[in-house]
């Protein structure tokens, strides 16, 4: 690992003074920062360690609850309101990593984790990235990872968390803050597909830093579900993940939400699709339908062709299981 | 505990170190530390705790898996700079007085819980993370919770076994050290 050197602030004014820079970056649970510099795809020249910072809890406030950037990930999802009234949040926390990197990793870290591409992680490969404008390798290469959604002729990589597929479902929304003020980000608009510009995995300008990421009041307890595929049951990356919630009254589906992982430079979500359901009976037909229409531009590498009917049946399945009220369990493997 | 001399790694300038307190199995220590060096490193080549294996360096195989504050974490993503003033327990400090076996040693030998051995000590601190955390009532539980910690022998059944024991004895004997 390179040389750095480093900070560690107890106030958010003394950490912002700080930021910046473009050599400089924020230093939380470190299992993807570290890890990347390691790999020499990060070379910070100064490293500032926000642990210590008063952004570790978990609050209730008048519309919803807010999570602090640094609240641990095992911390949030076995969070009593967490579990009560976004069970959905926590399914998806558990389905990711391993409880030794959930034990490290933070909700404002996970927000900010970048791409598992090994093209990226490569630096003996080209990647348009790490290293804007030296081309893609990934494309025509191993894509078994990559996305089939909202891809663009300068970077396939998909995003690899969990949580934030859970958290794009639930409308959430991200307040950052920088040594100039304070601002929210609604979570769809934070981060962003590659275009020609995929060095930017989101819409943070230098110098802010994540300090909570709120959830709304409406609660999704009790039609949601968590569904992940991938190719070992356990601690590896989504092919394809589902997170889907709604509300049944009179057998009639209301407020569906409907995001997937897995499939794009972001979490995926279609309102157009969740428009269609919305107000008619859970069917399995339905469902077929708003699967076709989300996947109706979906484009394969080759390697990945195989997702697009994976997250097809991924979504019809999704769907009824939350319609249901029969969420995947984490331990079970086999998928009711 | 042996202890390397606190020789300062070559080439690195005495101003790049910051001064750390941690705590290593009991031992109170005060390290002078260049910021780059991850608790895996400060383990093994600082104060010669080479129970703690490096694996794959990268979060993937569990090999390093140690407990901060009671919590499991992966050692070699971890700079050690940034967990000044925690408490850390490693596999040569889970034994009891004179070298007795800790429960999960005794039950990783009774039950065979490995074959090569090198991604042991990683187990039995995952497994004691695992048991402190309280998540995992029956098998299909620990197993899931166990699987950020890879065995390329293919020892798992004996080692959800070996957890297992120590599980249910605890539950009908909350008494048993931690």
Known sequence: ?336 | MFRHPQTTPKGVETDDAIRVQLSVNGEPLDLDLPPWTSLLDLLRHRLALTGTKKGCDHGQCGACTVLVDGRRINSCLKLAVSLDGAEVTTIEGMAGEGGALHPLQDAFVRHDGFQCGYCTPGQICSAQGLLNEGHAQSREEIKELMSGNICRCGAYPNILDAIEDVLNDRVSEPRMPE
């Open chain 1, 1 to 336: 690992m390179r040389r750095f050197s480093y900070s560690r602030p107890t106030e958010v004014s003394e950490a912002l003074a700080e930021a910046g820079g473009e050599d400089v970056r924020f230093l939380a649970g470190g299992t993807n920062l570290v890890d990347l510099m390691k790999e020499n795809v990060e070379r910070p020249q100064h490293l500032v360690d926000i642990t210590r910072l008063p952004l570790d809890r978990i609050e209730e406030i008048q519309s919803g609850l807010k999570i602090g950037a640094l609240v641990l990930n095992s911390d949030l999802a076995h969070d009593p309101k967490v579990e009560n009234r976004y069970p959905l949040l926590s399914l998806a926390l558990l389905n990711g990593a391993s409880p030794q990197l959930r034990n490290s990793a933070t909700t404002g870290g996970n927000l900010l984790q970048r791409t598992r591409c090994y093209y990226f992680y490569d630096v003996a490969t080209a990647c348009n990235k790490r290293d804007p404008g030296a081309g893609c390798q990934a494309i025509g290469g191993l894509t078994r990872l990559h996305a089939i959604l909202g891809a663009s002729p300068h970077c396939i990589a998909t995003h690899p968390s969990d949580m934030c597929v859970a958290m794009a479902a639930l409308d959430a929304v991200v307040h950052v803050e920088s040594a100039t003020g304070t601002r929210t980000i609604p979570f769809e608009d934070f981060h962003r597909l590659p275009g020609d510009t995929p060095q930017r995995d989101t819409t943070l300008e230098p110098g802010e830093l994540v300090t909570a990421v709120e959830l709304p009041a409406t609660r999704f307890d009790r039609h949601y579900t968590y569904l992940k595929l991938r190719d070992r049951q356990s601690y590896a990356f989504a092919l394809v993940s589902v997170a889907a919630a709604m509300r049944l009254e009179d057998g009639v589906m209301t407020d569906v939400r409907l995001a997937l992982g897995g499939v794009a430079h972001k979490p995926w979500r279609d309102r157009d699709a969740e428009a269609l359901l919305s107000g008619k009976a859970p069917e399995r037909a339905l469902f077929s339908k708003a699967a076709e229409a989300i996947l109706a531009d979906a484009q394969g590498q080759g390697a990945n062709d195989f997702k697009i009917e994976l997250a097809r049946r991924a979504i019809v399945r999704g769907l009824d299981q939350a319609a249901r009220g029969t969420p995947q369990s984490v331990t079970d493997k086999r998928i009711a």
